[in-house]
């Protein structure tokens, strides 16, 4: 049984045989002391520990050095808990390590032009060429696909059965050739995400995630897992876009009105319960996967945090006139809570968006948590080609 | 430290929950609250005599179960979920709370039995964060006069615990005159308390704020368990209840409602925690630790009522003309929503405080 004292222990031997001034080389050690994600099986960074002991570990090596978790948020949120579920031995070996490190960047090659909410519908088709795979297609709205050396891509392998059926899941190499990344300028005047081009690419049959024809499954626990790194993360008391906020108005008596008083405190109130929400979640998922209750948590967030950055820039007046920059540029990673007021409310409206819309996850709650029937489904027998399209 | 539920606190839930199902459904309630004694006194002294709710929150050295904040929770969700016209929010929580807070010890024993009843008069609107209004006075003989309003569980209550100015007093109930006036909530009836050359003890000296404040942290609770009832109960009729040829729960403009429902209850849930956990821990002299206990019952509570009254209204419109009727048990929980909203500060109130509380201070 690991406990919190075997993480200690671990821990002093981590720090007493490694640097923490050679940030990779202590963080790959780190990975092989099993201290990287606790609750993983030994020998893909984890001890098979219960998940909350990470918090453990993260508050022992408080001053060591961390994680980009902008930039790496696709890879540790979506693609690890995937490969952990589907991949074979080989790929958890391949993949996993450089992963967690930061050296391999992930992005997430899932919408489409005419398949967004439903995803289901995508059109990229990937077609068996003897061990290889032949991509071809165009993916949009890829966040951080610039950056990236792998992604995790669903594509078309049957287009006679229903739409469902007819899909599997693969790792793209990012760098093989055929695969054109086009910045696309978004609503904050940067490039966060981009248009993928597939064309003629070609990858090997070991680069398949779980079955052929079960790609749809295998979305499912990325699409999960995305919903509860989007929404779930631990915030302090006080902490995140609240944080932000209320700072401001603490140290500003001059921007203070009646009105923004009261909804500030509102906010406050709402922050600090789905904040607590958050937590109480993360002690019942404390082992396994998430289930549709993680919906529930993006879609909180997602809408205190597009009120609480709304309410900034209004708070700031004069200064909520202004931005900080609208320069044309590929952005370094994903950051909701950097930069200026301006930017932090304009990027909070992909909250609701990205990661499937909050109608989408309200379904979702409906649905699978309360149980209540499913509005008439036209598509559900019709082969994927006879779609309309 | 934890927001779930233990083991233990699953027990009593399910010994309560099996109690009250025999003893007081939705039909028993609602004949109930339209007969001459609303309170259901027999199965108080059941809930007490078996389960032990009345001596929860009182210490084992003076006949109690010496248990904490956290089940008196698990309690009063319980006695939500089936408004149960007991007096457990009024003897057993506020004025217990009161009792063990001035060190009293005799009478302490007596409530922990469930065999005497007890009442705080003071009015169930009384928010934690202003003084209690004087209507209540020391005559030259040491006698009390005045009356209080809206005093909840006095008519059942056979010692009423009076606040004048920091002193509590101990009246005797058969010395007091007691009016039932109707109450917004049929299930837990208010009454105007007489005093008038009514001789009465002094037990202690009272602060309450912190009884109060320790109240509404709890009331959240019951809060919670309305709305869960509301929420349930609304689900199942939406799933069952057709037009159109479809259940009226697969239109996606009713199951959107419902997911918003379900995570508020979600958060609500995550808050009345939060506080009865806070609220369980030992006094401690810590002046931070305080204002965190405190600002966990105002979240908690502002997020409550809120909800629930939200819940409720919610249920009776998802019910249709159902929703309007006497028979069903629906209004029996608008009422208690409503009515929880207001007791023992508002919502806005509760907010107010956090402006302190929490350091947001309002414009000058
Ligand atoms: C900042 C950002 C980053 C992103 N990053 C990535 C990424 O890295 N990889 C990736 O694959 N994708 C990414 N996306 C794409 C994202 O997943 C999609 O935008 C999202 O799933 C919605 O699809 P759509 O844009 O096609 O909208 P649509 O599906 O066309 O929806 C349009 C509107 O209709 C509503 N709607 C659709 N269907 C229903 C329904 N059944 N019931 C009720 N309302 C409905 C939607 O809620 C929305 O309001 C990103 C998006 C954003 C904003």
Not at chain 1, 159 to 164: C, I, L, Q, T
Not at chain 1, 197 to 214: C, I, K, N, P, Y
């Amino acid at each position: 049984m690991v406990d919190g004292e075997t993480i200690g222990e671990r821990v002093a031997a981590l720090l007493a045989g490694h640097d923490p001034a050679d940030r990779l080389e202590f963080l790959r050690a780190r990975f092989d002391a099993g201290l990287a994600w606790v609750h993983f099986p030994e020998g893909l960074g984890g001890l098979g520990a219960p998940r909350e002991l990470q918090q453990v570990v993260e508050r022992e090596l408080a001053g060591t050095p961390q994680l980009d978790t902008g930039v790496q948020a696709i890879g540790l949120g979506m693609a690890a808990p995937t490969i952990l579920t589907f991949g074979t031995e080989e790929q958890k070996k391949r993949f996993l390590r450089p992963l967690w490190t930061g050296e391999e960047i992930w992005c997430q090659l899932f919408s489409e032009p005419g398949a967004g909410s439903d995803l289901a519908t995508l059109g990229t088709r990937a077609v068996r060429d003897g061990d290889e795979w032949v991509v071809d297609g165009q993916k949009v709205w890829t966040s951080g696909a610039h950056h990236a050396r792998w992604a995790i891509l669903v594509a078309r392998t049957d287009v006679d059965v229903p739409k469902h059926r007819g899909l599997t899941y693969f790792v793209c190499d990012m760098h093989a050739p055929g695969v054109d990344v086009r910045p696309l300028r978004q609503i904050t005047g940067e490039a966060e995400f981009n248009e993928v081009f597939l064309t003629g690419v070609r990858l090997a049959d070991s680069l398949r995630l779980g079955e052929v024809g079960d790609g749809w499954r295998v979305a499912q626990t990325t699409l999960m897992n995305e919903r509860v790194a989007i929404g779930g993360a631990p915030v302090r008391r006080g902490g995140g876009m609240i944080g932000l906020v209320a700072d401001t108005w603490r140290s500003r008596p001059e921007l203070r009105t009646h009105d923004l008083h009261q909804r500030l405190l509102r906010l406050w109130v709402e922050a600090d319960v789905t904040r607590l929400a958050g937590a109480r979640l993360r002690e019942q998922l404390s082992a396994g996967q998430p289930g549709p209750e993680g919906s529930g948590m993006k879609l909180s967030f997602a809408s205190l945090n597009q009120a609480l950055s709304g309410l900034d820039v209004e708070l700031r007046g004069e200064e909520g006139l202004g931005y900080d920059d609208w320069t044309f540029r590929r952005s370094d990673s994903v950051d909701f809570f950097g930069r200026g007021p301006g930017y932090r409310y304009l990027r909070a409206k992909g909250n609701s968006i990205e990661g499937g819309t909050s109608e989408i996850l309200r379904n979702i709650v409906a649905e699978r948590v309360l149980g209540l029937p499913s509005e008439p489904r036209v598509d559900k027998d019709v082969p994927w080609k006879d779609l309309p399209r | 430290m934890t927001l779930l539920y233990t083991e233990v606190e699953e027990e009593l839930r399910a010994s309560v929950r099996d109690l009250l199902a025999d003893r007081c459904g939705p039909d028993a309630v609602l004949k109930r609250v339209e007969s001459a004694s609303p309170y259901d006194m027999d199965l108080w002294k059941t809930l007490s005599r078996e389960i032990g709710v009345a001596g929860l929150l009182v210490p084992e050295e003076y006949g109690g179960a010496g248990a904490s904040a956290r089940e008196a929770a698990v309690v009063l969700e319980e006695l939500g979920r089936a408004v149960a016209p007991v007096p457990f929010l009024t003897s057993s929580v506020l004025a217990t709370r009161a009792l063990l807070q001035v060190g009293e010890k005799d009478l302490i024993q007596e409530l922990a039995s469930g065999e005497t009843t007890a009442a705080l008069a003071v009015s169930l609107a009384a928010s934690p964060y202003r003084p209690l209004p004087a209507t209540v006075t020391v005559t030259d003989r040491g006698t009390l006069s005045g009356e209080v309003r809206a005093v909840a569980g006095a008519d059942v209550a056979d010692v009423l615990l009076v606040p004048v100015g920091t002193a509590l007093y101990r009246v005797a109930a058969e010395h007091v005159r007691i009016e039932v006036v109707p109450s917004l909530d049929l299930t837990r009836p208010i009454a105007t308390v007489t005093f008038s050359d009514t001789p009465g003890e002094v037990v202690g000296h009272l602060d309450a704020r912190k009884v109060l404040s320790f109240g509404a942290g709890l009331l959240a609770s019951e809060q919670l368990g309305v709305a869960e009832w509301c929420l349930d109960t609304t689900l199942a009729y939406i799933k069952e209840r057709h037009q159109f040829a479809r259940p009226v729960g697969s239109f996606q403009a009713i199951k959107h409602r419902m997911a918003d429902l379900w995570l508020d209850v979600v958060r609500a849930r995550a808050a009345a925690r939060n506080a009865a956990d806070l609220l369980a821990a030992p006094p401690v002299p810590d002046a931070a630790a305080a204002v965190e206990i405190e600002a966990a019952s105002a979240v908690a509570k502002s997020w409550c009522s809120e909800v629930v009254v939200h819940v409720a209204e919610e249920g009776v419109q998802l019910h249709g003309g159902t929703g309007m009727t006497w028979e069903h048990p629906l209004h029996l929980y608008l009422k208690r929503a409503k009515s929880t909203g207001i007791a023992l500060g508002t919502p806005g109130a509760h907010r107010d405080a956090l402006a302190v509380l929490a350091d947001l201070p309002a414009p000058a």
